[in-house]
């Protein structure tokens, strides 16, 4: 079984920064990826950032230049450093975890609000 707990969401103001955290835990092998991805209210779940195994990394072009995705030294956590934020950005943030090949598993979190003011 694995776990994905997220932190860091909440309230910040257009402009500020916030840092989302997860932790993945449990059986736990062959990290494929580890990323992030959003859903606005009314909109469908979208890819904001992965962070591939091997040192990749991919963006949104929308968050590209103002996000960072990075991973700890284990591969396990993951965080996203968002800064400048804008209300567009304001959504639900999960977590995803993609791992194995045959079979490939992947998890998600339970989600963490962000939401930006203008």
């Known amino acids: 079984q694995v776990q994905l707990v997220e932190s860091g969401g909440g309230l910040v103001q257009a402009g500020g920064s916030l840092r989302l955290s997860c932790a993945a835990s449990?059986?736990?092998?062959?990290?494929?990826?580890m990323g992030w991805y959003r859903q606005a209210p009314g909109k469908q779940r979208e890819l904001v950032a992965v962070s591939i195994s091997g040192g990749s990394t991919n963006y949104a072009d929308s968050v590209k230049g103002r996000f960072t995705i990075s991973r700890d030294n284990a591969g396990n956590t993951v965080y996203l450093q968002m800064n400048a934020l804008k209300p567009e950005d304001t959504a639900v943030y999960y977590c995803n975890l993609n791992m194995g090949i045959v079979p490939r598993y992947i998890y998600w979190g339970q989600g963490t609000q962000v939401t930006v003011s203008s």
């Open positions: 449990g059986s736990i092998t062959g990290i494929n990826a």
